[in-house]
């Protein structure tokens, strides 16, 4: 996987290249550890959930054959504004095993970061 400078983003970069070292990238996600990504999406402030889209962004830059304004893995843009701006909303059953895992991992030092 390359990294170009239109798809850099350090935290997806340490999140993914920790997965790979520790071999677990490609590591099933359980139906419990897909709740603990939901859960912790619904709880989550503004900050976080700007990085989880960038997150998603970033993956489906790298991995999918897709274009920079396109809504990756089937989002659907909903609540839109008079400013062109919307919220997007995503089935995590549609991502990808590598990315569920990538979330996963994210939430949970977003959760640890959050308690400090």
Do not use: W
Request: negative net charge; proline residues 3%.
């Amino acid at each position: 996987m390359s990294t170009s400078d239109e798809t850099s983003f350090p935290l997806y970069d340490h999140i993914y290249n920790a997965l790979v070292k520790n071999d677990q990238i490609d590591a099933e996600v359980s139906i419990q550890e897909l709740s603990e990504i939901v859960e912790a999406v619904r709880r989550m402030d503004k900050n976080g959930l700007d990085c989880i889209f960038v997150i998603i962004r970033i993956h489906s830059l790298r991995n999918e054959d897709i274009k920079v304004f396109d809504v990756p893995y089937k989002g659907e843009k909903v609540n839109k504004r008079d400013d062109n701006n919307c919220d997007v909303k995503f089935d995590i059953r549609l991502f990808p095993t590598s990315l569920k895992r990538i979330l996963l991992e994210f939430v949970r030092i977003h959760a640890g970061s959050a308690q400090k």
